[in-house]
């Protein structure tokens, strides 16, 4: 699983994989515990659950695991985001608190 950052949105063509229809892309961008950008690039990942620009998320990025979420098992797909983060603690110390940001 991948800490990242949603920094942007994907818009494709009209003529999509069909286990993607009706589904949002979203940039992500892996990030340390208390938010530094790390990693070589950004992916494009699939979202299941709602996020948007500026979300930390849990990324899964192994293609079999995303298939499985998607129960489409010959979809092309690899990068996921699976899910929402509230707060890190890192040796007894809050480094990220979403409720904080706002």
Known sequence: MILAEVIGTVVSPSEQVRALDGRKL??????????????????????????????????????????????APDAPV???????VDEVELGGERVYDHGAER
């Open 26 to 71: 979203l940039v992500v961008r892996p990030v340390q515990p208390a938010g530094a950008a790390v990693g070589p690039k950004p992916r494009v990942a699939v979202d299941t659950i709602g996020a948007g620009v500026g979300d930390r998320v849990l990324v899964i990025d192994e293609g079999n695991s995303g298939r499985q979420i998607l129960a």
């Open 78 to 84: 690899k990068t996921l985001i699976i899910g929402f």
